[in-house]
């Protein structure tokens, strides 16, 4: 029960940002859209770009980690080290 109201939240929340992006492209009734003013000096805009991309790359690099992946993997295994038994059949 509870992954079915998880898989209709994620749903809900899908449909909600592709629609947001669609009427951001098209500028259709929301505020500041894709071709809108400029809310910011074209200074803090590039600081806040390279931010929000070192920001992706340190987590990626993270996650590319030989420590990170092995525990990722053993997490995702069930903390058993070995991968379960298939089923015959």
Do not use: C
Not at 5 to 24: N, P, R
Not at 30 to 35: C, F, M, Q, V
Not at 59 to 79: R, V, Y
Request: hydrophobic share 60%.
């Amino acid at each position: 029960m509870l992954a079915m109201l998880y898989a209709i939240a994620a749903y809900a929340m899908f449909v909600g940002s592709f629609l947001y992006a669609v009427l951001f492209i098209g500028n259709l009734g929301i505020a500041g859209g894709l071709d809108g003013a400029a809310r910011s000096a074209p200074l803090e805009a590039l600081l806040a770009d390279v931010a929000l991309l070192a920001l992706f790359a340190v987590q990626h690099s993270m996650w590319a980690a030989p420590e990170m992946s092995l525990g990722h993997l053993l997490f995702a295994l069930g903390g058993t080290g070995s991968a379960p038994a298939a089923k015959e059949g």
